[in-house]
Each structure stands twice: as structure tokens, then as C-alpha cells.
């Protein structure tokens, strides 16, 4: 997957940042934002897109959905109109195997 892991946490998140984690152009996001009802970034008062972490683990199930398992958006749509909980779970697994398995490399290269 590939998305990188911040270690500071914030409130919201700008656009810009958001596709740096990613490693996508901010127009994508902007696309998926009109395309996926869930998500649902908040507008300043200059008008730039704000997202929330909420947000950010919603981008992470989209493009799970898409670039990893190779749904289509209308296939993704439906399979989180139908299976939301699930897919947050799934990547919630899908980051901590990826934890783990970091720290195992990292004790690995210690010995």
C-alpha cells in the first residue's frame, strides 16, 4: 500500500499533505472526494479542503479497494454502501501487519 505513516497526528490535515501520504497529485483526492460520499473534508474560510483523520483512514479503505484489490469506482462504491465496517477492519489489520512486520525487519537488522 502506499501510504506512509505520519508520526505527529493532527487535528486536520491540508490537501497537499494528504496526497503527499499518499503519493498522489491533490487533484485525485479532490475526484475521490466528489465521488465517494464518505468523505467529507471541511472548507476554511479561504476555502481549502481540510481533512480530518477520520477522513485520512477513508482514503486509506478507497484506495485499498482500488489500487490493491482492483475494484472499479462503482464496484468500490457499492462494496462500501454494503460493507463499510468491514473494509475500515480490513485496514486496520492491513496497518498493523505492516507495523509488525517493520519492527520484525528492524529487530532482524539488530541481531
Not at 474560510?45 to 477522513?55: M, Q, S, T, V
Request: hydrophobic share 40%; net charge positive; aromatic share 10%.
Amino acid at each position: 500500500m502506499a501510504y506512509q505513516e505520519k508520526q505527529v497526528n493532527k487535528l486536520y490535515y491540508p490537501i497537499g499533505e494528504v496526497a503527499e501520504m499518499f503519493e498522489v497529485n491533490t487533484s485525485l483526492i479532490r475526484f475521490y472526494e466528489k465521488e465517494f460520499s464518505i468523505l467529507q473534508p471541511k472548507l476554511n474560510a479561504k476555502g481549502n479542503r481540510l481533512f480530518r483523520p477520520e477522513d485520512v483512514e477513508n482514503l486509506k479503505v478507497i484506495f485499498n479497494l482500488i489500487k490493491n484489490k482492483g475494484y472499479t469506482l462503482q464496484g468500490a462504491k457499492d462494496f462500501l454502501k454494503d460493507n463499510s465496517d468491514s473494509a475500515k477492519e480490513n485496514i486496520r489489520v492491513i496497518t498493523s501487519l505492516e507495523k509488525m512486520k517493520a519492527f520484525m525487519l528492524d529487530l532482524q537488522a539488530q541481531l
